[in-house]
């Protein structure tokens, strides 16, 4: 299993960018994903995460209604879009998969993609 995430950028406070992460993989839809971000100095987080089937989507506090996590399973491809960026967004992005339901904890992800980069300017 193999994950490929991009869409990050340098973003002005109050943008927007929508993350993408495409997953090589027969079985994309039996995979639940999860987003996850590290910002420097810090432990990597939880951001959200959605089930196999598009349903039991999950937040962290910080960025429920903010940002939306959707996927599309013909395409292989899980998506974030972020909206109403603040500083304390950026970090590195990280996309992860594992079987059938999603986590908060990062230990309970198989399989993680490279990584990309948010930069929100105030």
């Known amino acids: 299993v193999q994950l490929q995430a991009s869409g990050g950028g340098l973003v002005q406070a109050g943008g927007s960018l929508r993350l993408s992460c495409v997953v090589s993989v027969r079985t994309f839809s039996n995979y639940a994903m999860g987003w996850f971000r590290q910002a420097p100095g810090k432990e990597r987080e939880f951001v959200a995460s959605?089930?196999?089937?598009?349903?039991?989507?999950d937040y962290a506090d910080s960025v429920k209604g903010r940002f939306t996590v959707s996927r599309d399973n013909a395409k292989n491809t899980v998506y974030l879009q972020l909206n109403s960026l603040k500083p304390e967004d950026t970090a590195v992005y990280y996309c992860a998969a594992r079987l059938w339901r999603g986590s908060r904890d990062l230990t309970d992800y198989a399989y993680w993609g490279q990584g990309t980069q948010v930069t929100v300017s105030s």
């Open positions: 959605i089930r196999w089937d598009g349903g039991s989507i």
